[in-house]
């Protein structure tokens, strides 16, 4: 016979809706020749939300962006620390003083004595490097409108709801909360609250391991396909894993399901990895039929299992950079930084896996006028863009941050 739960929570009166991230998320595919920046007034032109800028800034050609940035770098010295992500695109990452995945420029914005910390990636990075930072630091982020489609998936709102609803069903309360690096601060905050962790997509199996010592159970955010697939890496079959849709009642699953399940999966995705298909692989392999094919965690299971290698953005850089001359390399993850992979590697065949050319399109919206306004703006005593995140999140945050560290 079905249990019957009686769940009160406000998910039952409310709308939950796709973020705005994720429709606009294939606004700037291309072609390569288009992918080049512009100056800014041109890539207005895309139909998506932008963060308003003065002026003096849209029509600026990159050169003269440049000695802007230039400029203000020099003025500035080592007051300023400028941060890249590697999906950035090629005229913002090359005036990072560091280039990394999130994690690790997190950790560099923590251990910096640079005044103004300015994070040219999305959200959620920003904040984390907020959180980790110390109190004298200030944060910015050169365009506001630069989210997370993916971490946009998983609002408080409705995390908050389920997290209730789910220890309502679960009889014996066995569940940790265990949220990607890829999420906003509220819900690292819901973990550092409720005794769990954060992970990133390297040390995703350790954390579900550390996980599994403490709790019968994982709710895992937001990304549904990083989480299965370090569900399957760990042996654990699909059907003790059960996706929670946030727009069904009760995620959409049974109560048997739910206690039957070891790890419950929030349905988030990231657009740019979730292109990737089978269908590409076998491209790839009919043209070069010693291509290794290496994808993020990111990409659906069954991409990862046509794969030959998955692993983090470092892990790709790293045996991009370790393999040898001569061989070919079919990437499965964000265009930007598989280009340019492929030109610091010449005497190799790297090239991505999906034809079409479509960059991150949040991480996309940090052209080089936002970066030349946030630094003009320092110089000028100003400070545009500061990221703050309110102190009990950020102490909470840093609880489940800093139990990663334990791992
Ligand atoms: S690549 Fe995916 S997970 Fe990363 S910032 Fe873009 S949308 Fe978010």
């Not at 420029?105 to 930072?133: P, Q, W």
């Not at 579900?208 to 709710?219: G, Q």
Request: aromatic share 6%.
């Amino acid at each position: 016979m079905k249990q019957i739960v009686d769940l009160t929570s406000r998910r039952n009166f409310k709308k939950t809706t796709l973020p705005l991230t994720e429709i606009e998320h294939v606004a700037f595919c291309k072609t390569e020749d288009e992918l080049p920046a512009q100056p800014l007034i041109d890539e207005l032109k895309v139909n998506i939300k932008w963060q308003e800028i003065p002026v003096e800034y849209l029509r600026l050609t990159v050169k003269e962006l440049d000695s802007r940035i230039d400029r203000a770098r020099l003025s500035l010295g080592d007051r300023l620390m400028i941060l890249g992500h590697h999906y950035q695109r090629d005229e913002v990452i090359k005036h990072a003083d560091v280039r990394g995945d999130s994690y690790l420029l997190s950790k560099t914005a923590a251990n910096s004595k640079a005044d103004y910390i300015v994070f040219c990636g999305v959200h959620f990075m920003a904040e984390t490097a907020r959180v980790l930072g110390s109190e004298n630091q200030t944060i910015i982020l050169p365009n506001i409108t630069a989210g997370c489609s993916m971490a946009d998936m998983a609002p408080i709102d409705d995390v908050l709801d389920a997290w209730d609803d789910l220890t309502k069903i679960l009889k014996d309360q066995s569940i940790i909360p265990v949220t990607y690096m890829n999420s906003a601060a509220e819900i690292k905050a819901l973990c550092g609250r409720n005794g769990g962790i954060v992970c990133t997509s390297s040390n995703a199996q350790n954390v579900f391991k550390w996980a599994f010592t403490k709790s019968k159970r994982i709710l895992f955010l937001p990304d549904q396909h990083l989480g299965r697939n370090t569900g399957l890496k760990m042996g654990i079959p699909e059907e003790n894993m059960v996706l929670w849709n946030p727009f069904k009642r009760m995620g959409g699953n049974s109560v048997e399901e739910y206690n039957k399940a070891k790890v419950i999966l929030w349905r988030g995705h990231c657009s740019v990895h979730t292109r990737f298909t089978v269908g590409h692989i076998e491209m790839a392999r009919h043209r070069f039929p010693d291509v290794k094919v290496i994808v993020h965690p990111e990409c659906t299971k069954e991409v990862v299992a046509a794969s030959d290698i998955n692993g983090s953005t470092e892990v790709i850089r790293k045996k991009i950079e370790q393999a040898p001359s001569g061989t070919s390399w079919a990437i499965g993850t964000e265009i930007s930084f598989v280009n340019r992979l492929a030109k610091e590697n010449p005497s190799k065949n790297v090239f991505c896996l999906d034809p079409v050319v479509c960059p991150c399109s949040t991480m996309y919206r940090i052209h080089p006028a936002y970066l030349a306004w946030v630094l003009d703006a320092l110089i000028a005593g100003v400070v545009v863009n500061e990221i703050k995140v309110e102190p009990e999140i950020a102490e909470y945050s840093r609880i489940a941050l800093e139990a990663m560290l334990t791992v």
